[in-house]
């Protein structure tokens, strides 16, 4: 029983590739010099997409995750998939440089903003003034009594 816990155990780590990384450490060189020809594309195409003036993520977004798959490729072929890695960092540094203005929110142009509030306030100005209608209106009640 002993012998098959062990070599299920064996089987497990081979098969998953975690008995690969605990024994080769991460080919850091491999890793940097093949992402540097991942981003040349994703850079190239964001030197046009001006993204110094606004956040350009739904336009770029099919040559990240293009950029993603490459990266992801190449490290796990390098074997630096760890927690903390490189290609955290590598990410840390593409979002610090292109999607820095993502996060900031900016108000909608003034007439958007128009549009949007003026109803709230017609019908909050308004609505009293309903009210007051609808209360003190005179309805006649027929007179069905005979009286």
Not at 73 to 89: E, I
Request: proline letters at 5%; one cysteine or more.
């Amino acid at each position: 029983m002993m012998m098959f816990t062990y070599s299920l155990l064996a089987s497990v780590f081979f098969c998953t590739g975690l008995s690969v990384k605990s024994i080769y450490p991460c080919d850091k060189h491999m890793f940097l010099s093949n992402v540097h020809i991942c981003s040349s594309l994703f850079n190239k195409s964001m030197e046009t997409s001006g993204h110094h003036e606004r956040c350009t993520w739904p336009a770029v977004k099919r040559i990240y995750n293009q950029l993603k798959l490459c990266v992801d490729l190449w490290a796990k072929k390098s074997l630096c998939l760890s927690r903390g890695s490189l290609v955290d960092d590598f990410f840390q540094e593409v979002h610090r440089e292109y999607f820095a203005s993502c996060g900031q929110v900016q108000d909608p142009p003034l007439p958007t903003m128009i549009l949007l509030i003026a109803p709230g306030i017609i019908a909050t100005l308004f609505l009293p003034l309903l009210c007051i209608k609808l209360t003190t209106w005179n309805i006649e009640m027929p007179n069905t009594l005979g009286l």
